[in-house]
């Protein structure tokens, strides 16, 4: 049965007129092919900005590799950088898995955004690759992996061949995520495009022609895909925060931890759809199809799952704080209350991933609001920066002489970035933006069938003095 709710409002109380439901199919299609082929000379150049920033990020890389992996403290902000990535742009797709599993209405216009940001697990893996290299055996350190008879990683392979399985089956499952989606838009891309541009479409499309057969397995495909990349990219921060993270650090023993970087690429990628929605809907001509509806329903979530940080955190925190052996007492020295660096970006990581977010979001108007969600996305990912620089520079500063021993003593000093260092942070992040942006070109930045459908569920009412809109949940 039809369900009825109160039109969308902006921050001021007046009414927002949802146009995209008084616009035909041809009218979607035609909007979204032609933003999706536009490529003006504003694009170019932040392509090309994005590129050099991304060449820069090489050359720190190349600085890196010239100096070998026999020391893992210079690799320290890459592994950072990694990390960031798996928490930021790796996460996003997952965003569009709730909303679709529950028919929600409001995440159709998110969803290919989403999604989209899956196609960063190619530089990922890229990047996963060198530090394979840096990482010692399970023989050599205390890690999630049994050591056989023979000293070797058990099961066989392990850390190195299992990471890097884990990494390319999350890869896999965004790049899948992204084609089975995006499977009708291609189709309908291929009907409206000429030339070498329609050859990909057809070739991408795969024959589709929308008989209810297919509609049928692109629905049961996506209901499978969508759950499988949430489990796979929890799992990957298991191994990656515990293998890159916890192994090098002695008496670092907290079985919360992992749980918690999941946690925090919950609302890391919460931030990354919020930032770049509004990047769409101010620059990207979707502004039709981006509404106060979705920065509302991204920013309620926002708000739970800074708490949620702060919850799993202070879990493993108040372990070593109340326990204080001398191992624990020198993991707070190393991670928190250590060197003037560390603790500044702690502090500063405390305060943006949990400390604003609430005090922001626990505001109706500014929840309730296009650009205080943004805003609040933007001090998140800030945070994450943070956050990951003090884990993972501080973990890969431990001497190899050490991550065998019961007690971190001495405690290594804070280990400032150089030039390469700032290069690969800035490199990674610009690089994973131009696999987006290069992306949005061929792939439509917005769900054409989504939005199409959306025009059949929903209606437009008028109730007196108002407009009511007209929900119909299918099955």
Same mark, same amino acid.
């Given at each position: 049965?039809?369900?009825?709710?109160?039109?969308?409002?902006?921050?001021?109380?007046?009414?927002?007129?949802?146009?995209?439901?008084?616009?035909?199919?041809?009218?979607?299609?035609?909007?979204?092919?032609?933003?999706?082929?536009?490529?003006?000379?504003?694009?170019? #150049?932040? /392509?090309?900005?994005?590129? !050099?920033? $991304?060449? =820069?990020?090489? @050359?720190?890389? *190349?600085i890196r590799a010239a100096d070998g992996t026999d020391d893992r403290l210079p690799w320290g902000y890459f592994a950072a950088a990694l990390g960031y990535l798996l928490t930021t742009a790796m996460a996003a797709p997952i965003i569009s898995?709730?909303?679709?599993?529950?028919?929600?209405?409001?995440?159709?216009?998110?969803?290919?955004?989403?999604?989209?940001?899956?196609?960063?697990?190619?530089?990922?893996?890229?990047?996963?690759?060198?530090?394979?290299?840096?990482?010692?055996?399970?023989?050599?350190?205390?890690?999630?992996?049994?050591?056989?008879?023979?000293?070797?990683?058990?099961?066989?392979?392990?850390?190195?061949?299992?990471? #890097?399985? /884990?990494?390319?089956?999350? !890869?896999? $499952?965004? =790049?899948?995520? @992204?084609?089975? *989606?995006?499977?009708?838009?291609?189709?309908?891309?291929?009907?409206?495009?000429?030339?070498?541009?329609?050859?990909?479409?057809?070739?991408?499309?795969?024959?589709?022609?929308?008989?209810?057969?297919?509609?049928?397995?692109?629905?049961?495909?996506?209901?499978?895909?969508?759950?499988?990349?949430?489990?796979?990219?929890?799992?990957?921060?298991?191994?990656?925060?515990?293998?890159?993270?916890?192994?090098?650090?002695p008496g670092w023993k907290d079985s919360i931890f992992p749980a918690w970087q999941a946690i925090s690429a919950f609302q890391s990628a919460l931030a990354t759809v919020v930032v770049t929605m509004f990047v769409l809907r101010t620059w990207?001509?979707?502004?039709?199809?981006?509404? $106060?509806?979705?920065?509302?329903?991204?920013?309620?979530?926002?708000?739970?799952?800074?708490?949620?940080?702060?919850?799993?955190?202070?879990?493993?925190?108040?372990?070593?704080?109340?326990?204080?052996?001398?191992?624990?007492?020198?993991?707070?020295?190393?991670?928190?209350?250590?060197?003037?660096?560390?603790?500044?970006?702690?502090?500063?990581?405390?305060?943006?991933?949990?400390?604003?977010?609430?005090?922001?979001?626990?505001?109706?108007?500014?929840?309730?609001?296009?650009?205080?969600?943004?805003?609040?996305?933007?001090?998140?990912?800030?945070?994450?920066?943070?956050?990951?620089?003090?884990?993972?520079?501080?973990?890969?500063?431990?001497?190899?002489?050490?991550?065998?021993?019961?007690?971190?003593?001495?405690?290594?000093?804070?280990?400032?970035?150089?030039?390469?260092?700032?290069?690969?942070?800035?490199?990674?992040?610009?690089?994973?933006?131009?696999?987006?942006?290069?992306?949005?070109?061929?792939?439509?930045?917005?769900?054409?069938?989504?939005?199409?459908?959306?025009?059949?569920?929903?209606?437009?009412?008028?109730?007196?003095?108002?407009?009511?809109?007209?929900?119909?949940?299918?099955?």
């Amino acid at each position: 049965m039809p369900e009825q709710q109160q039109p969308q409002h902006t921050s001021n109380g007046h009414h927002h007129r949802p146009d995209i439901l008084r616009k035909t199919h041809q009218q979607v299609t035609e909007e979204v092919l032609a933003q999706t082929f536009r490529t003006s000379g504003r694009f170019w #150049l932040i /392509a090309a900005v994005l590129a !050099a920033l $991304l060449a =820069l990020g090489i @050359v720190g890389f *190349s600085i890196r590799a010239a100096d070998g992996t026999d020391d893992r403290l210079p690799w320290g902000y890459f592994a950072a950088a990694l990390g960031y990535l798996l928490t930021t742009a790796m996460a996003a797709p997952i965003i569009s898995v709730v909303p679709r599993l529950a028919r929600a209405h409001w995440g159709r216009p998110l969803s290919r955004i989403a999604e989209l940001w899956g196609i960063v697990g190619v530089l990922a893996t890229l990047m996963l690759i060198p530090l394979l290299f840096v990482l010692p055996s399970a023989a050599d350190r205390n890690s999630i992996w049994f050591v056989n008879a023979v000293r070797e990683g058990w099961p066989p392979g392990a850390p190195h061949a299992w990471l #890097l399985a /884990a990494m390319i089956m999350l !890869a896999v $499952l965004g =790049l899948a995520l @992204v084609w089975v *989606s995006a499977l009708p838009d291609f189709a309908t891309a291929r009907d409206h495009s000429r030339g070498q541009r329609k050859v990909w479409y057809t070739r991408l499309s795969m024959g589709w022609e929308g008989t209810h057969r297919q509609w049928k397995v692109l629905r049961t495909t996506l209901s499978v895909l969508g759950p499988l990349y949430l489990m796979n990219l929890v799992f990957f921060h298991f191994l990656y925060s515990s293998d890159f993270a916890q192994s090098f650090v002695p008496g670092w023993k907290d079985s919360i931890f992992p749980a918690w970087q999941a946690i925090s690429a919950f609302q890391s990628a919460l931030a990354t759809v919020v930032v770049t929605m509004f990047v769409l809907r101010t620059w990207g001509g979707l502004k039709d199809y981006i509404f $106060l509806e979705q920065f509302w329903a991204l920013g309620k979530l926002m708000l739970p799952f800074s708490i949620f940080w702060f919850y799993f955190w202070f879990s493993g925190f108040m372990t070593y704080w109340y326990g204080r052996t001398p191992a624990e007492h020198a993991v707070l020295t190393l991670m928190f209350f250590g060197g003037e660096q560390y603790r500044n970006i702690f502090i500063t990581a405390f305060v943006m991933n949990f400390v604003l977010p609430l005090f922001l979001l626990i505001w109706n108007p500014i929840r309730r609001s296009i650009l205080g969600p943004t805003v609040v996305a933007c001090l998140i990912l800030t945070g994450t920066l943070f956050d990951r620089i003090r884990l993972y520079v501080a973990s890969f500063s431990v001497p190899n002489a050490q991550i065998n021993d019961h007690v971190l003593n001495p405690v290594p000093t804070a280990h400032f970035p150089g030039a390469a260092d700032v290069f690969i942070l800035i490199g990674a992040v610009a690089g994973a933006i131009l696999l987006f942006v290069l992306a949005s070109r061929f792939v439509p930045v917005m769900n054409m069938w989504e939005a199409k459908e959306a025009l059949v569920l929903q209606r437009i009412r008028v109730f007196h003095r108002t407009e009511l809109k007209v929900l119909g949940k299918p099955e």
